[in-house]
Nanobody, 114 residues
């Protein structure tokens, strides 16, 4: 099976930027897309950005214009470039394949605070 390992999170000031990475350990199908979720305290896990393979990425309204999902040519790494970060972006961020998800990884904590 596939293991997903997220990294790149940390503490950042409002208005700052972070680039999250997700590495897939094991085989994934090259036609799989990617998706990023996040879960903040007291909130449901929400979809942040989806990148269907061979199609344009689509972001949630809350992050549109600030976040960008991309994929390495190796097909085994997906990124989430985050800019103009807000305190409400504080959450644990998770990646997965799309539309057929594999087991969730540990996620990476993003904390936006002064």
């Amino acid at each position: 099976q596939v293991q997903l390992v997220e990294s790149g999170g940390g503490l950042v000031q409002p208005g700052g930027s972070l680039r999250l990475s997700c590495a897939a350990r094991g085989r994934i199908f090259s036609d799989s897309g990617w998706v990023w979720y996040r879960q903040a305290p007291g909130k449901e896990r929400e979809l942040v950005a989806v990148f269907p393979n061979g199609r344009s990425a689509n972001n949630a309204d809350s992050v549109k214009g600030r976040f960008a999902i991309s994929r390495d040519n190796s097909k085994n790494i997906v990124y989430l470039q985050m800019s103009s970060l807000k305190p409400d972006d504080t959450a644990v961020y998770y990646c997965n394949t799309y539309p057929n998800r594999v087991s969730w990884g540990q996620g990476t904590q993003v904390t936006v605070s002064s």
